[in-house]
């Protein structure tokens, strides 16, 4: 039976207890669920403002004249975006080069909101965990649980969060079943034709990974289905606002785009216009700005939303079939380094946006770069980056593709 938590506790309480006494034969309560609030965020970040690192000191300031100068020429290479290095829980490195609305001469600011394309699954992710955490959703359990008309029995939730289901990716097979390229859908619809035409699987359920969007759509509606909220509010009363991310949201595709939001351009400046993809989220469709995404790093340090536990769960390798480094933990990249540096990381690009969240998690050393004009040399830049901060190479090799 699916847990509820009534807004209004005592009235809950006092209404059950008549309906008991009442009915020989009490059935599940009916109402509204409503998610356990967060136990601290609210107390600690959105009153907080950023520290930065005080970089009169010779160290620091060496080391923001050598990224001052690479970023200045990678700018002038055709980078348009937003970039923050931090250490230790203070920004190092914070500036924005470009534009966010070239039509309107908008240049890009603190409050700038790109969209982070498949970074969006780090979010999705880790929401499907909070709810796992607060018992609301077990992700050992079939998808079908959840989503009773989804198609195939033998999925669960966590095969999708570590992207071993074998779901072909929604965004290659549905155009050839939808005239209507150009009028967003949203994730029910997404649901409708994988019920509708059920693609058959790419290979047998757990057997090995394959990133497909398709999993991480589906986790969106999962995360509706076990709340009784939809995604976007969700995200916003239980992640967004709890950690201070006032520029952050999901993008909506009939409520269009804020004022503050940047614009997607493809590298001759053309602007990427809106196809039938854009309204399915989970998998992408979060718009965020560096400062919020050095909040939501930082936010795991402190076990804000979850626990050790989950957290290590979460950063856990879960594909094996192949050797190497790399590997997908529950929502999250990682290059897994014995006795050196672990990176847990994610790339994004869609449409025009490309984005690269790095995270050196023993030394709490985060690389954040988010462009919104098509450019994928971004993705080969954190090393560089490393380098000129720490003065060594890395020995991860960690400039990986979306």
């Known amino acids: 039976m699916r847990k509820y938590f009534f807004p209004y506790i005592a009235t809950a309480l006092l209404l059950s207890l008549l309906f008991i006494a009442c009915n020989s034969n009490p059935q599940p309560a009916v109402g509204k669920p409503l998610m356990p609030e967060p136990d601290e965020p609210t107390k600690v970040l959105p009153s907080s403002p950023l520290q930065y690192a005080d970089t009169t000191k010779p160290e620091y300031r060496a080391i923001v004249e050598r990224l001052d100068n690479f970023f200045r020429r990678y700018a002038s290479t055709g980078f348009n975006g937003s970039v923050l290095v931090g250490q230790n829980g203070k920004v190092l490195y914070e500036r924005y080069f470009g534009m966010a609305n070239r039509e309107t001469g908008l240049k890009l600011l603190p409050n700038s909101a790109v969209q982070l394309a498949s970074v969006s699954k780090t979010f999705t992710g880790t929401a499907v965990l909070y709810l796992h955490q607060h018992n609301f959703i077990n992700i050992n359990h079939p998808v079908q649980e959840y989503l009773p008309t989804f198609p195939y029995p033998n999925i669960t939730v966590k095969m999708l969060l570590c992207h071993r289901s074998g779901l072909p990716d929604y965004y290659k097979w549905i155009p050839a079943y939808r005239k209507d390229q150009k009028t967003p859908i949203n994730n029910n619809q997404m649901l409708d034709y994988f019920i509708k035409f059920k693609p058959g699987l790419e290979f047998r359920p757990d057997a090995r990974f394959k990133y497909s969007n398709s999993n991480f759509a589906f986790l969106a509606l999962i995360i509706e289905a076990a ?131 790095y995270r050196f998690v023993e030394q709490n050393f985060t690389i954040i770069m988010l462009g919104n004009k098509y450019n994928t040399s971004i993705y080969k830049q954190a090393p560089v980056v490393y380098s000129l901060v720490k003065g060594m190479e890395t020995s991860g090799d960690f400039e990986s593709e979306e």
């Not at 939809?230 to 409520?255: C, H, Q, W």
């Not at 957290?311 to 192949?322: G, L, N």
Request: glycine share 10%; net charge neutral; aromatic share 18%.
């Open 227 to 357: 709340t009784d909220m939809s995604y976007p509010d969700f995200m916003r009363k239980f992640i967004f606002e709890p950690l201070g991310m006032k520029n952050t949201f999901v993008f909506e595709a009939e409520k269009g785009l804020p004022a503050t939001a940047t614009i997607s351009y493809r590298p001759n400046w053309v602007r990427d216009p809106v196809m039938f993809a854009d309204g399915v989220d989970g998998d992408k469709g979060i718009y965020s700005t560096v400062e919020d995404m050095y909040r939501w790093d930082q936010s795991f340090y402190s076990h804000l939303l979850l626990n050790k536990e989950t957290i290590d769960m979460a950063y856990a390798p879960y594909s094996f079939e192949k050797g190497g480094k790399k590997n997908y933990g529950l929502g999250w990249r990682m290059i897994n380094n014995p006795g050196k540096e672990r990176v847990i990381y994610h790339n994004g690009w869609w449409h025009g946006n490309n984005t690269v969240f």
